[in-house]
């Protein structure tokens, strides 16, 4: 073979080979960017898919937290009903103490071991005013508070004042503090009081509330038994 021709083929061979290797390094750069799109978008569809997700959540939240707001609610109302019993009873009005008799045991601070005993009337006078009659011949006042059911009977004295007050929760007796002052002292609470209506059928009227022994006040034979040993 002549040299020419053999160097001119190997000149041919080497031109094809590197044509080829220029063609698959196109071919690969070519093909890289499109992966890369591949897999740009693949990540942006993940961050999408979780935005969604996110969303989702963010709009459910208010419908849970509802019912869950509901459900204390009704939790908490049924903890009240179980917790506080109501109890009904008659509204007294001033009327149902005009003209009434009253029984009235006083006790005093200051002879704690003596108990005076003695009437007052709840009447009116001729200008409509409420006058209190005390059976030691004392007067004052007296009025009733509906809104609050106070009942208030005061005796006055050349001195100053005392007052016979407390709430009432029953028709037939009532119970309260005595308060007082004069020129020497201030206002101050001096004693108890208890009062019973007269003019009634006993029967109707019952046990006085403060005669009656709750279940836990009322000893029982175990516990008596206990104290005797």
Same mark, same amino acid.
């Given at each position: 073979?002549?040299?020419?021709?053999?160097?001119?083929?190997?000149?041919?061979?080497?031109?094809?080979?590197?044509?080829?290797?220029?063609?698959?390094?196109?071919?690969?750069?070519? !093909?890289?960017?499109?992966?890369?799109?591949?897999?740009? !978008?693949?990540?942006?569809? !993940?961050?999408?898919?979780?935005?969604?997700?996110?969303?989702?959540?963010?709009?459910?939240?208010?419908?849970? #937290?509802?019912?869950?707001?509901?459900? $204390?609610?009704?939790?908490?109302?049924?903890?009240?009903?179980?917790?506080?019993?109501?109890?009904?009873?008659?509204?007294?009005?001033?009327?149902?103490?005009?003209?009434?008799?009253?029984?009235?045991?006083?006790?005093? =601070?200051?002879?704690?071991?003596?108990?005076?005993?003695?009437?007052? #009337?709840?009447?009116?006078?001729?200008?409509?005013?409420?006058?209190?009659?005390?059976?030691?011949?004392?007067?004052?006042?007296?009025?009733?508070?509906?809104?609050?059911?106070?009942?208030?009977?005061?005796?006055?004295?050349?001195?100053?004042?005392?007052?016979?007050?407390?709430?009432? $929760?029953?028709?037939?007796?009532?119970?309260?503090?005595? #308060?007082?002052?004069?020129?020497?002292?201030?206002?101050?609470?001096?004693? !108890?009081?208890?009062?019973? #209506?007269?003019?009634?059928?006993?029967?109707?009227?019952?046990?006085?509330?403060?005669?009656?022994?709750? =279940?836990?006040?009322?000893?029982?034979?175990?516990?008596?038994?206990?104290?005797?040993?």
């Amino acid at each position: 073979m002549n040299p020419n021709q053999s160097s001119g083929t190997n000149r041919w061979t080497m031109a094809l080979l590197i044509w080829i290797t220029l063609l698959y390094c196109c071919h690969g750069w070519v !093909q890289l960017p499109t992966t890369r799109t591949m897999t740009n !978008q693949h990540h942006l569809h !993940q961050k999408q898919s979780m935005i969604l997700s996110s969303s989702t959540t963010i709009n459910s939240s208010p419908d849970t #937290r509802a019912m869950d707001n509901n459900n $204390d609610n009704a939790d908490d109302e049924e903890e009240e009903e179980e917790e506080f019993e109501y109890v009904e009873y008659d509204i007294l009005t001033e009327s149902e103490f005009m003209s009434s008799e009253w029984l009235v045991g006083t006790c005093m =601070d200051s002879n704690p071991n003596k108990i005076e005993e003695t009437w007052v #009337r709840l009447a009116t006078d001729k200008d409509g005013k409420n006058v209190a009659i005390w059976g030691d011949g004392s007067q004052g006042t007296w009025n009733f508070d509906v809104a609050n059911q106070f009942l208030s009977m005061s005796k006055e004295n050349f001195f100053g004042k005392d007052i016979w007050a407390g709430v009432v $929760d029953d028709y037939y007796y009532t119970y309260g503090t005595v #308060r007082g002052w004069n020129f020497i002292s201030p206002a101050a609470v001096r004693g !108890q009081w208890q009062a019973k #209506r007269l003019g009634v059928d006993p029967d109707e009227a019952g046990t006085a509330p403060w005669f009656e022994l709750s =279940d836990e006040d009322t000893p029982t034979l175990e516990a008596s038994n206990e104290e005797e040993i």
